[in-house]
C-alpha cells in the first residue's frame, strides 16, 4: 500500500467542514515512518483547508493504533530511526496544536502511540468492549518520552498518570471513562464518530481563532519543551536504542506478541 493511501480524509456526511481521517495501515495501525509521514502531511493540508474539524479513526474493526511499530525500533536503521522519531515529533505537535477541533473516535484497543494520537485530540469517545488505552512502555521494558507524559497529563490527574505510566497500565474502557481518559463511550464506530460531532457541534457560536489561541495556550506548557529539545530528544532515543537491554527487551515483546497468536490458533 502506497504512504498516501495510509491515511483516508473525507468530509462528514452532513458536514462538509468536517474532516474524518481514518488511519489505515492493517493490520493493527502501528505507527512505522511511512503512516507517520502521512498522518504529517495530512495534518499539514488539514491547517490550511477549510475544515474546521477533525475526527480521527481507524478502519480496523478492533484496533485505533497498536503504537509504535515494534519493528522500527527492533535493530533499527539509525538513520532510518532519526527520521521515524522527527516524525513522531512532528506528528504529535501538528496534532497536539491544531488550529482545528480534534476529536478522537477510538473504535479500538489504543496502547502507547495509539494512546498519545488519542490524548492529542481535545476530546476522546470509546467503543466499548474488550478494548484497552493506556501508555504501557515500562511494561515493554522501554521508557516513555516526557512529551507523552506531559500529553497525559493534560488529561488526567498527575497521580493517576504516574501510577498508570511506572505501572504500565492499560485501562479497560470503563477505567478510562473513570480517570477521565475518555470522555464518553459509544456502542459502535458510528455512534463513536457521532458523539465526537456532538462535541464539535458545541463550538458553532465560537469564533474560530480566540478558540485555538485558547486551546494552544492551555497546552503550550507541554509542547514548548519539546520545541526547544526536539534534537537532543531525538538523539536520547536513538541512544537509548543502543542499550542491549532495551533490544533484549524488544525481542522479547515480539516474541510475545507473535506465541500470543499461535496460543489463540
Ligand atoms: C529515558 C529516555 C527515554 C527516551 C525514549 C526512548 C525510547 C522509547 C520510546 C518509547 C515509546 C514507545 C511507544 C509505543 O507506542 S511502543 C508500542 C507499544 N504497543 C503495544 O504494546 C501494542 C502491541 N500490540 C498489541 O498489544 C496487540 O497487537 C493489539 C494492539 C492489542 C491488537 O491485538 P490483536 O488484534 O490480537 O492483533 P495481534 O496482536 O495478533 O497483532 C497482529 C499483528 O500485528 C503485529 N503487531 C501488533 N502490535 C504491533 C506493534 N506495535 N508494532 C509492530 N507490530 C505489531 C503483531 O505482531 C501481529 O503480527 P503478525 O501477524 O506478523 O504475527
Given at each position: 500500500?502506497?504512504?498516501?493511501?495510509?491515511?483516508?480524509?473525507?468530509?462528514?456526511?452532513?458536514?462538509?467542514?468536517?474532516?474524518?481521517?481514518?488511519?489505515?495501515r492493517p493490520?493493527?495501525?502501528?505507527?512505522?515512518?511511512?503512516?507517520?509521514?502521512?498522518?504529517?502531511?495530512?495534518?499539514?493540508?488539514?491547517?490550511?483547508?477549510?475544515?474546521?474539524?477533525?475526527?480521527?479513526?481507524?478502519?480496523?474493526?478492533?484496533?485505533?493504533?497498536?503504537?509504535?511499530?515494534?519493528?522500527?525500533?527492533?535493530?533499527?536503521?539509525?538513520?532510518?530511526?532519526?527520521?521515524?522519531?522527527?516524525?513522531?515529533?512532528?506528528?504529535?505537535?501538528?496534532?497536539?496544536?491544531?488550529?482545528?477541533?480534534?476529536?478522537?473516535?477510538?473504535?479500538?484497543?489504543?496502547?502507547?502511540?495509539?494512546?498519545?494520537?488519542?490524548?492529542?485530540?481535545?476530546?476522546?469517545?470509546?467503543?466499548?468492549?474488550?478494548?484497552?488505552?493506556?501508555?504501557?512502555?515500562?511494561?515493554?521494558?522501554?521508557?516513555?518520552?516526557?512529551?507523552?507524559?506531559?500529553?497525559?497529563l493534560n488529561?488526567?490527574?498527575?497521580?493517576?498518570?504516574?501510577?498508570?505510566?511506572?505501572?504500565?497500565?492499560?485501562?479497560?474502557?470503563?477505567?478510562?471513562?473513570?480517570?477521565?481518559?475518555?470522555?464518553?463511550?459509544?456502542?459502535?464506530?458510528?455512534?463513536?464518530?457521532?458523539?465526537?460531532?456532538?462535541?464539535?457541534?458545541?463550538?458553532?457560536?465560537?469564533?474560530?481563532?480566540?478558540?485555538?489561541?485558547?486551546?494552544?495556550?492551555?497546552?503550550?506548557?507541554?509542547?514548548?519543551?519539546?520545541?526547544?529539545?526536539?534534537?537532543?530528544?531525538?538523539?536520547?532515543?536513538?541512544?537509548?536504542?543502543?542499550?542491549?537491554?532495551?533490544?533484549?527487551?524488544?525481542?522479547?515483546?515480539i516474541h510475545?506478541?507473535?506465541?500470543?497468536?499461535?496460543?489463540?490458533?
Amino acid at each position: 500500500m502506497s504512504s498516501q493511501n495510509l491515511v483516508t480524509v473525507t468530509p462528514d456526511k452532513d458536514n462538509d467542514e468536517i474532516a474524518i481521517v481514518t488511519m489505515q495501515r492493517p493490520p493493527v495501525n502501528s505507527l512505522n515512518l511511512e503512516l507517520l509521514q502521512a498522518l504529517s502531511k495530512t495534518l499539514d493540508e488539514l491547517s490550511t483547508s477549510d475544515f474546521r474539524a477533525m475526527v480521527l479513526t481507524s478502519a480496523s474493526p478492533t484496533v485505533f493504533s497498536a503504537g509504535l511499530d515494534i519493528m522500527e525500533m527492533y535493530k533499527p536503521d539509525l538513520k532510518r530511526a532519526e527520521q521515524f522519531w522527527s516524525t513522531l515529533q512532528d506528528v504529535w505537535l501538528k496534532l497536539f496544536e491544531s488550529n482545528l477541533i480534534t476529536a478522537a473516535a477510538i473504535n479500538g484497543h489504543a496502547p502507547a502511540g495509539g494512546c498519545l494520537l488519542a490524548m492529542s485530540c481535545e476530546y476522546r469517545a470509546m467503543v466499548s468492549g474488550k478494548y484497552s488505552i493506556g501508555l504501557n512502555e515500562t511494561a515493554l521494558g522501554i521508557v516513555a518520552p516526557r512529551w507523552f507524559m506531559d500529553c497525559m497529563l493534560n488529561t488526567i490527574s498527575q497521580r493517576e498518570a504516574e501510577i498508570a505510566l511506572t505501572t504500565g497500565k492499560l485501562f479497560s474502557v470503563e477505567e478510562a471513562l473513570k480517570v477521565g481518559l475518555i470522555d464518553e463511550t459509544a456502542k459502535d464506530k458510528e455512534d463513536a464518530i457521532n458523539k465526537c460531532l456532538g462535541f464539535i457541534e458545541k463550538f458553532e457560536s465560537i469564533p474560530p481563532l480566540p478558540r485555538s489561541m485558547t486551546k494552544q495556550k492551555f497546552r503550550a506548557n507541554g509542547v514548548q519543551w519539546l520545541k526547544a529539545n526536539k534534537q537532543a530528544d531525538i538523539d536520547e532515543f536513538v541512544h537509548f536504542l543502543k542499550f542491549p537491554q532495551v533490544q533484549q527487551s524488544l525481542e522479547m515483546y515480539i516474541h510475545m506478541l507473535k506465541s500470543k497468536q499461535n496460543k489463540s490458533e
